[in-house]
């Protein structure tokens, strides 16, 4: 099997090739590298361009007549960088998203997986757990970016001119369990990036938030490690027909979450345990806009695609520090 991934060199579109790989399924990565990293692609078969791009898009397909279908990661991804310049992010999102389904349907490929995400959902702290028909309230212009490509391709699907599975992923942590890839950015905004920052930098790691409604009042989140989150992609592929005949229709919306909300001090207490040592940490009030977080209340998956996380957070948190002490082996120092 052959799969094109838009977005294959970035963090989660890199481990789907990886897991993809070692599977006997091969990857196509068309990737425009703003964001993802040419040595993430090395050994694969590579398109350095736009996912807009209809010449470039249109040669990945008559290189590769035999692509199955196609795994859309491509995307902007901070949202407080949405919040400041939400233009691009609609621009590079969703008009550029509209583009690449026409090139797709042009070239017949019916197949798509797309890369949603759990920030969709109604954060209001009221319901801590969510599912595929919880109220959708998206509080960026990312998320809004996400929610409304999902709505593109439902409406494209139902005209028959894409078949698709939309994952909503929650909190995807951790790197390709053998260190091919991992978060390209050497700083990430996320927790465990600031965990991480904070124990090898002797700083202080602060709680925003201890008031949440939540088992200790600190934020909670759904991790799962991004190789599971891999693993999912691999269990749509091969069950992306009956997922839809299961469905009766030509779209489907899957949830990707462990089921299991870990809060901040939670993670605080893993993050610990993984290192040995304690982690410096402060509580401080949450500020404007931080939300209580949610975590996934779906069995879909499990249902449908027969797809459960394997690995543990602690797993994640340790292959996040295996990955931050190799990343600049591969990746330099900066950036
Ligand atoms: N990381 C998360 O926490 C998370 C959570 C939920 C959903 N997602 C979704 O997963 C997908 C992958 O996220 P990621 O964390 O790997 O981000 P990433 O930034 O590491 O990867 C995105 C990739 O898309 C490429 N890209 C962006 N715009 C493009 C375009 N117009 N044409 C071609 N390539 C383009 C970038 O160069 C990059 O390699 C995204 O769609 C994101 O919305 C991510």
Redesign the pocket.
């Known amino acids: 099997m052959k799969i094109l991934i838009?977005?294959?060199?970035?963090?989660?579109?890199?481990?789907i090739a990886s897991a993809c790989l070692d599977v006997g399924i091969t990857p196509v990565i068309?990737?425009?590298?703003?964001?993802?990293?040419r040595e993430?692609t090395k050994d694969r078969a590579f398109y350095e361009?736009?996912?807009?791009?209809a010449g470039l898009v249109d040669k990945v397909f008559s290189d590769h007549p035999d692509i199955y279908g196609v795994i859309?990661?491509?995307?902007?991804?901070?949202v407080p960088e949405s919040m400041t310049d939400p233009l691009r992010y609609y621009r590079?999102?969703v008009a550029?998203g509209i583009l690449?389904f026409e090139h797709l349907a042009r070239n017949d490929c019916q197949r798509l997986l797309?890369?949603?995400?759990?920030?969709i959902f109604q954060a209001d702290g009221e319901r801590l757990t969510v599912d595929e028909d919880s109220p959708l309230a998206p509080g960026s212009p990312?998320a809004q970016?996400?929610a409304m490509l999902e709505k593109v391709i439902a409406d494209v699907s139902a005209a028959g001119q894409l078949r698709s599975v939309s994952l909503?992923?929650?909190?995807?942590?951790g790197a390709d369990p053998r260190l091919r890839t991992g978060?390209?950015?050497l700083k990430p905004t996320?927790a465990l990036g600031a965990m991480i920052e904070c124990h090898h930098s002797n700083s202080t790691f602060t709680v925003t938030g201890t008031d949440f409604p939540t088992k200790d009042g600190s934020g909670i989140r759904d991790y799962v490690h991004v190789w599971d989150i891999a693993q999912a992609h691999i269990a749509a592929l091969r069950q992306f027909d009956s997922v839809l005949e299961t469905e009766a229709a030509n779209s489907s919306v899957i949830i990707l979450g462990s089921g299991k909300g870990t809060t901040v001090k939670d993670l605080v207490r893993i993050f610990e345990k993984v290192t040995g040592q304690p982690l410096t940490h402060a509580e401080v009030p949450r500020r404007p806009g931080d939300q209580a977080g949610a975590y996934s209340g779906s069995n879909k998956a499990a249902k449908l695609l027969g797809w459960r996380p394997m690995l543990t957070v602690e797993q994640a948190v340790q292959d996040s520090l295996a990955w931050h002490a190799k990343r600049a082996d591969i990746l330099g120092q900066v950036a």
């Open positions: 838009t977005g294959g060199a970035g963090f989660i579109g890199s481990t068309l990737d425009n590298l703003s964001t993802g990293r993430f361009g736009d996912v807009a791009d859309h990661c491509a995307s902007l991804i901070v590079e999102n550029k690449f797309f890369s949603s995400s759990a920030a990312y970016t996400k909503r992923y929650f909190n995807p942590i978060l390209q950015v996320h």
